[in-house]
T-cell receptor, first 115, second 111 residues
Framework: EPEVTQTPSHQVTQMGQEVILRCVPI?????FYWYRQILGQKVEFLVS????????KSEIFDDQFSVERPDGSNFTLKIRSTKLEDSAMYFC?????????????FGPGTRLTVL | SQQGEEDPQALSIQEGENATMNCSYK?????LQWYRQNSGRGLVHLIL?????REKHSGRLRVTLDTSKKSSSLLITASRAADTASYFC???????????FGKGTSLLVTP
């Protein structure tokens, strides 16, 4: 199965600090997603990114969040001023065929803990 | 929310038994997917069933879809301890290609 990687695996930060979560999606894929999962809750969609632009975002993805593709391979999610309620697992995903296919491959996630 | 709920929320069975999980959704769909999540890990795609299909098999997995009732079920036959995980159904958001997930069923298979 194609592999999506994420770093770091665990990030601990103080409230109000900025964090950057990184994802390396499947090679040559142009379409990416970020999801989050608060402990014990369901996986929630944050944002999708296609060809260097946000193509869709949820109500969760407010001005505190931003996404970038700083180089040809990495894909980042930045949280500008973290809040306690941002503590969650954050997952990056690539669709199966590189474009907007239904099946998605998920990375292992970054566990963000905000103190 | 477009996505309904899975039930049961938690299921505990012994190895060799079958496990059945159900999912309900609220809107019209093109397809429905099931994913598995091992504790603290990412989600792994298991199976996709299209809206014009009623049943689909993949190994020990059997998925059914009833679009009139807006519900789906996932059956795992002859379960193994390694099947212990959370199972989520997912449908595509109306506004694009991202997925809406249910709250999941936590399955525990004991030896």
């Amino acid at each position: 199965e194609p592999e999506v990687t994420q770093t770091p695996s665990h990030q601990v930060t103080q409230m109000g600090q900025e964090v950057i979560l990184r994802c390396v999606p499947i090679s040559n894929h142009l379409y990416f997603y970020w999801y989050r999962q608060i402990l014990g809750q369901k996986v929630e969609f944050l944002v999708s990114f296609y060809n260097n632009e946000i193509s869709e975002k949820s109500e969760i993805f407010d001005d505190q969040f931003s996404v970038e593709r700083p180089d040809g391979s990495n894909f980042t999610l930045k949280i500008r001023s973290t809040k306690l309620e941002d503590s969650a697992m954050y997952f990056c995903a690539s669709p199966e065929a590189g474009l907007a296919a239904d099946t998605q491959y998920f990375g292992p996630g970054t566990r963000l803990t905000v103190l | 929310s477009q996505q309904g709920e899975e039930d049961p929320q938690a299921l505990s069975i012994q190895e060799g038994e079958n496990a059945t999980m159900n999912c309900s959704y609220k809107t019209s769909i093109n397809n429905l997917q099931w994913y598995r999540q091992n504790s603290g890990r990412g989600l792994v795609h298991l199976i996709l069933i299209r809206s014009n299909e009623r049943e689909k098999h993949s190994g020990r997995l059997r998925v059914t879809l009833d679009t009139s009732k807006k519900s789906s079920s996932l059956l795992i036959t002859a379960s193994r301890a390694a099947d212990t995980a959370s199972y989520f159904c997912a449908t595509r958001r109306l506004s694009g290609y991202a997925l809406n997930f249910g709250k999941g069923t936590s399955l525990l298979v004991t030896p």
